[in-house]
């Protein structure tokens, strides 16, 4: 009988997933970069555990959306629109307005569109919370400060070596 090495697949099960939360900071981070950054950790891709149909995302915490960059002309271009399910009620909102009142609201719709779009990626989108200034009210859960401003690898690869 010949013995051979053969790797096995391990799907992680809900209960093998311990996660953790991650400070992220916005200042002066590009708009789509970061949400696709943030997405990926969500979704827990940046795992070696990582299975398609078991949430083994982690905790994101966003402070300072408001000093998010947005690139280009899409401040004045890009408008954010919506139904409000009463005649008529088919509203546009310029990405400059949401700037200025809810820049949250701005990232958060960001990462949720780079999300899976089932029952599960609405679990992941939950793990998200997002904070106008540099004051978040996650201090008990001790998040790890992560700087994406040279890419996610880059700051995960930080993270190991501290």
Request: no cysteine.
């Amino acid at each position: 009988m010949v013995t051979t090495l053969i790797e096995k697949t391990t799907l992680a099960k809900p209960e093998q997933v311990n996660s953790r939360w991650f400070l992220v900071d916005a200042s002066d981070l590009v708009l789509g970069r970061m949400a696709s950054d943030i997405a990926t950790i969500l979704m827990g891709k940046h795992k070696p555990i990582y299975t398609p149909h078991i949430d083994t995302g982690d905790f994101v915490v966003v402070i300072n959306a408001e000093k998010i960059r947005i690139t280009g002309r899409k401040l004045q271009q890009e408008a954010h629109d919506y139904y409000t399910y009463y005649p008529g009620g088919h509203k546009y909102v310029s990405w400059a307005q949401l700037l200025e009142k809810h820049p949250e609201r701005l990232v958060e719709l960001a990462v949720r569109r780079m999300l899976p779009k089932t029952r599960l990626g609405r679990a992941m989108y939950k793990k998200l919370k997002v904070y106008r200034g540099s004051e978040h009210k996650h201090q008990a859960q001790k998040p790890v400060t992560l700087d994406l401003s040279e890419g996610l690898s880059k700051g995960l690869q930080k993270l190991a070596e501290e």
